[in-house]
């Protein structure tokens, strides 16, 4: 099992256990978020839904490389990138709120997903970044598109974005991409900032939730999504980018 999911105290937890491949993502790890997605948009007694990683490690570094490394033309690469960037769309269109809980590493996809959430929840000493621009592509699951949204400085976005190189957890409280930082035990620090959730009615959650999904729709966010999806495919079919990252396994092997 690559996956666990599981209730915890008025919310639900989604863990991606494949901590040997760095939490990378595959079609497993896909189809299980889409399904829990799915059951906590369904679970009117949810206050919150979490999304975290096994170990310390990494939170998630992205798409599993070894098997979306096939993937060769843009018409090869458009449904993985279609597919990941539609369950994180409906990740940040979810009716309660969406939690992080970063306590490892996030890189390439994985920044991508921690920023379809609503909020951010860091370990002090890790590091987040949009990655993909060392293998000559841009974010493919929606990313930018996430990050311009809900950011309040467009430069701020923009540079982490073009400069393609992982944060420390502090620049990113300043920035204001995380929402708090952590040291510890990831779920005495999930405890401490649901707590104050945990009082009020789910029903209200969901109301301010709304507010927050009209927002995002009003502003294009879907049709954006989707413009995103078919940049990166084009540049994912270019020789640039398979030779970038043959000589990223290369380096790992």
């Known amino acids: 099992m690559v996956y666990r999911f599981e209730k915890w105290g008025s919310g639900a937890v989604f863990t ?3 901590p040997e491949k760095r939490n990378a993502i595959n079609d497993e790890v896909m189809d299980a978020l889409s399904d829990a997605i799915k059951a906590a948009g369904d679970d009117e007694s949810l206050r919150y839904f979490v999304i ?7 939170f998630c570094s992205g798409g599993d490389l070894s098997e ?3 993937l060769r033309t843009e018409e090869d690469a458009a449904p993985m990138l279609g597919k990941m960037a539609d369950i994180l769309l409906r990740l940040a269109l979810l009716p309660v709120p969406v939690i992080a809980l970063v306590d490892g590493h996030a890189v390439g996809g994985g920044c991508e997903i921690a920023t379809a959430c609503d909020f951010r929840i860091v370990r002090e000493d890790v590091r987040c970044g949009f990655i993909q621009g060392t293998l000559a592509i841009t974010t493919g699951w929606g990313g930018a598109t996430h990050l311009l949204h809900k950011t309040g400085r467009q430069d701020t976005a923009l540079r982490m974005l073009m400069e393609a190189t992982p944060k420390r957890a502090p620049e990113l ?3 204001g991409w995380a929402t708090e930082l952590y040291t510890g035990d990831k779920f ?3 405890s401490r900032f649901t707590e104050p959730m945990e009082r009020v009615h789910p029903s209200v959650h969901r109301a301010y ?4 999904v009209r927002r995002y729709i ?4 879907p049709e954006r999504v ?3 999806v078919s940049a990166c495919a084009k540049l994912w079919a270019a020789d640039v980018h398979h030779e970038a990252v043959d000589r990223f396994l290369n380096k790992k092997k």
Not at 52 to 58: D, F, M, N, P, V
Not at 209 to 212: D, E, G, I, L, V
Not at 218 to 221: F, I, K, V
């Open 16 to 18: 991606i256990d494949r």
């Open 52 to 58: 975290t990683g096994e170990g310390r490690s990494a």
């Open 68 to 70: 979306f490394h096939k």
């Open 173 to 175: 409280l300043e920035a």
């Open 188 to 190: 005495a620090a999930l």
């Open 209 to 212: 939730k709304q507010a927050a």
């Open 218 to 221: 009003a502003g294009g966010l």
């Open 226 to 228: 989707r413009e995103e």
